[in-house]
Each structure stands twice: as structure tokens, then as C-alpha cells.
């Protein structure tokens, strides 16, 4: 494992994924962390985490990024002590949470993911892993069918990505960290990582939060919306069986 990303969710993480993929890395993200990874970050998010347990679970990828592995970077990088790390940041604290707080409904409160997380096997087992994630990161009370993510306890959240931002920046040894402006582009970033700068334009990825629609293409989400599927066809059946003995 190469690459460690620190940055909290909604700091252009997704960005950096594209980054790290056209210069060839394999990146885990918070999908491969939900599923792959399901019984161990239950175990971690519930009982803390050990070094070997971490290096198990990340030395086959290069890069790894999104919730819950940024509140874990310093554990992470104890495990993998080659590995660089990467924070990025917004430009005020009240536009990351404004961000934040628009984009957790979106992904997470509509009733297609309803649906999903009650109903079906994939769908249950995210719902649980992002409870306890949005429950140690930043307060936030599990979802349930008439109970979805509320991010309105806007002081506990902000508290909680100041307090990340600054631990980053003073616990982590300055030679092996980049704190990144986007602005900088391909050669502040390339020239950390010791790479060529890609023949290809920097990306900008999840603009305007549209990582509700296109989480549905990921392998775990492909995976939920057709086990989705499998049950309503199921219902169908279901339904006309009984409407044709009973009605």
C-alpha cells in the first residue's frame, strides 16, 4: 500500500480516486471498504482496531480513501510506515458541512435506497456499516424506515473536521505528507508521488454531489439493484398467485 488519503468525505476525494486510477493505482474506497471489508470494519468501528489487522485487510491495493479509513490514516500508517499521506480540505468549514449535509440525504434517504436497505441482503449489510460510520464519525443517529440520516447537528460535525484536519497536520511527519490545493494540479501531485505527469487533463469528479446517481455503478451497488430486483419479481409472483386462489 502506497498511498494513504486522510481527507474527510466531500474534500474532493472523489477527484483524487480518478487521480490515482489514470496513474495506474488501484484505489480502495468507501465501497470496497462496505463490502469487502464488512466484518472487520464492524469489529474496528465497535472495538478498535491492531496494526496486522489493517495490513491484512489494505497491502494488496495501492491507495485507500473514503469513510471510515480517513478517521483510521494514523493507524494505517503505522501499519504500511512507506506509505504517503494525502489531506485535502475545503475552503471554509461551513461550506464542507453545507456539502456534506446535502449529499448524505441524496445517497442515502430516497426510496429506492429504502427499498434496498431493508429488503435486501446486500442492502442490509451497507445499512448497517454506514450506521456505525455515520455514528462514530459524526454523531449522526442510524437510519431507519421512518428515521433517515439527519446531519443537522451542524457544531458536532464541524468540531469533528476541524479537530481531523488539525490532528492530520501536526501528527503526521511532514516529509511523508502532502496537504493538497487542487489548484496545484498534476505537478505539485506528481512531483510528491515521484510520477510522470499524465498526458491528460485534471480531473474534477462528483461535481454538484452527483454521487447519489453514480454510486448505482458500482460492483456493490450493481449487486444490491439486482438482488432489488430478484425480490420485486418475487412480490410479482407472489401477488398474482394469491390474487388468482384468494380473489
Given at each position: 500500500?502506497?498511498?494513504?488519503?486522510?481527507?474527510?468525505?466531500?474534500?474532493?476525494?472523489?477527484?483524487?480516486?480518478?487521480?490515482?486510477?489514470?496513474?495506474?493505482?488501484?484505489?480502495?474506497?468507501?465501497d470496497y471498504h462496505a463490502y469487502n471489508?464488512?466484518?472487520?470494519?464492524?469489529?474496528?468501528?465497535?472495538?478498535?482496531?491492531?496494526?496486522?489487522?489493517?495490513?491484512?485487510?489494505?497491502?494488496?491495493?495501492?491507495?485507500?480513501?473514503?469513510?471510515?479509513?480517513?478517521?483510521?490514516?494514523?493507524e494505517i500508517a503505522e501499519a504500511f510506515?512507506?506509505?504517503?499521506?494525502?489531506?485535502?480540505?475545503?475552503?471554509?468549514?461551513?461550506?464542507?458541512?453545507?456539502?456534506?449535509s446535502r449529499e448524505i440525504p441524496k445517497?442515502?434517504?430516497?426510496?429506492?435506497?429504502?427499498?434496498?436497505?431493508?429488503?435486501?441482503?446486500?442492502?442490509?449489510?451497507?445499512?448497517?456499516?454506514?450506521?456505525?460510520?455515520?455514528?462514530?464519525?459524526?454523531?449522526?443517529?442510524?437510519?431507519?424506515?421512518?428515521?433517515?440520516?439527519?446531519?443537522?447537528?451542524?457544531?458536532?460535525?464541524?468540531?469533528?473536521?476541524?479537530?481531523?484536519?488539525?490532528?492530520?497536520?501536526?501528527?503526521?511527519?511532514?516529509?511523508?505528507?502532502?496537504?493538497?490545493?487542487?489548484?496545484?494540479?498534476?505537478?505539485?501531485?506528481?512531483?510528491?508521488?515521484?510520477?510522470?505527469?499524465?498526458?491528460?487533463?485534471?480531473?474534477?469528479?462528483?461535481?454538484?454531489?452527483?454521487?447519489?446517481?453514480?454510486?448505482?455503478?458500482?460492483?456493490?451497488?450493481?449487486?444490491?439493484?439486482?438482488?432489488?430486483?430478484?425480490?420485486?419479481?418475487?412480490?410479482?409472483?407472489?401477488?398474482?398467485?394469491?390474487?388468482?386462489?384468494?380473489?
Amino acid at each position: 500500500m502506497k498511498i494513504i488519503i486522510a481527507s474527510m468525505s466531500k474534500c474532493g476525494t472523489k477527484t483524487l480516486h480518478r487521480c490515482f486510477e489514470i496513474l495506474g493505482y488501484s484505489v480502495a474506497d468507501f465501497d470496497y471498504h462496505a463490502y469487502n471489508h464488512y466484518h472487520e470494519w464492524k469489529t474496528i468501528l465497535e472495538y478498535g482496531s491492531r496494526k496486522e489487522q489493517l495490513h491484512d485487510m489494505y497491502k494488496n491495493v495501492d491507495v485507500v480513501t473514503g469513510s471510515p479509513v480517513f478517521l483510521y490514516w494514523e493507524e494505517i500508517a503505522e501499519a504500511f510506515p512507506n506509505a504517503k499521506v494525502i489531506l485535502t480540505t475545503r475552503k471554509d468549514e461551513i461550506t464542507w458541512y453545507r456539502s456534506l449535509s446535502r449529499e448524505i440525504p441524496k445517497c442515502h434517504n430516497s426510496w429506492t435506497i429504502a427499498f434496498c436497505y431493508l429488503l435486501t441482503p446486500t442492502g442490509i449489510q451497507l445499512r448497517h456499516h454506514f450506521d456505525r460510520v455515520a455514528r462514530v464519525l459524526y454523531s449522526i443517529k442510524g437510519w431507519g424506515f421512518s428515521r433517515k440520516y439527519d446531519c443537522s447537528n451542524m457544531e458536532i460535525i464541524i468540531k469533528r473536521y476541524r479537530e481531523h484536519n488539525a490532528g492530520v497536520l501536526s501528527r503526521c511527519r511532514q516529509d511523508r505528507l502532502l496537504h493538497f490545493n487542487f489548484c496545484d494540479g498534476w505537478e505539485t501531485l506528481c512531483t510528491f508521488l515521484g510520477e510522470d505527469i499524465p498526458d491528460e487533463p485534471f480531473p474534477h469528479e462528483n461535481k454538484h454531489g452527483q454521487l447519489a446517481t453514480s454510486m448505482w455503478v458500482l460492483p456493490v451497488y450493481v449487486r444490491m439493484r439486482r438482488e432489488a430486483y430478484v425480490i420485486m419479481a418475487i412480490i410479482a409472483i407472489l401477488i398474482a398467485f394469491l390474487s388468482q386462489h384468494f380473489l
